[in-house]
């Protein structure tokens, strides 16, 4: 297997990101540090370390869905103290890795697993993963900028954002929408709110592919059915 593959295969990042994490000279095998790319590993005999830890395959993969409140960071550990998810995810014995991120103050449907394959495929853009978000603006918003996410919205990098968006509920003070993302930029609706002039209340995933937050209580997690992964894995090629 490709030290890359293996590497994600292991949970320890994107198959890309992997690839990085080679070339700083972090990985070794059987104590010979590693920096060139396309090297193969013998998943049975070969011991790998990366930062001088021992990784191995997980004997069983992992696939977890969490409530992620407001206020969390989507990370390991911070530097600053702040709680992160790690502190949610009480009674896990499994290593897993977050699939893309929810900014610290957004809330809602985060993913978790340590199939680092799929994590990979369904961050990627070329498979357009459908990520569905309730997001509550200040004000009333104007019919003209509606049709301005599907048509592209210039954010302040430059890039031309799109997404799918319509009026749940709303007044003259706030306004429900349903915002649909097939890709993955940071912070890309809160931009696209910027750019229009409107300020996010409150910004919670719904929903990430076939799997659905539900009724999942805030802070809390549970495990995804054998259907639910099944589906994930057919919508990225992998069945």
Partial sequence: MRLNKFLAHCGIA??????EIIAEGRVKINGQTISELGVIVDEEFDKVEVDGNLVMLPQEQTYIALNKPAGILVTAKDDRGRETIRSLLRGLKTRVNHVGRLDQDSEGLLLLTNDGELAFRLTHP??????????VIK??????D??????????????IGHAEAKVVRGDSHVTELQIILREGRKREIRQMCK??????L?????????????????GEWRYLTEQEIKELKKSVGIL
């Avoid at 719904?206 to 799997?211: A, D, P, R």
């Fill in 14 to 19: 994107s198959r890309r990101r992997a690839d």
């Fill in 126 to 135: 070329r498979y357009e993963i459908a990520k569905t978000y309730r997001v």
């Fill in 202 to 218: 409150v910004l919670q995933r719904l929903q990430f592919g076939n799997v659905s937050l539900g009724k999942l209580p805030p």
């Fill in 146 to 159: 509606l049709g301005k996410f599907s048509s592209g919205i210039e954010l302040e990098d430059g890039h």
């Fill in 139 to 144: 004000g009333q918003v104007e019919p003209l």
């Fill in 195 to 200: 750019a229009l002039g409107y300020a996010v």
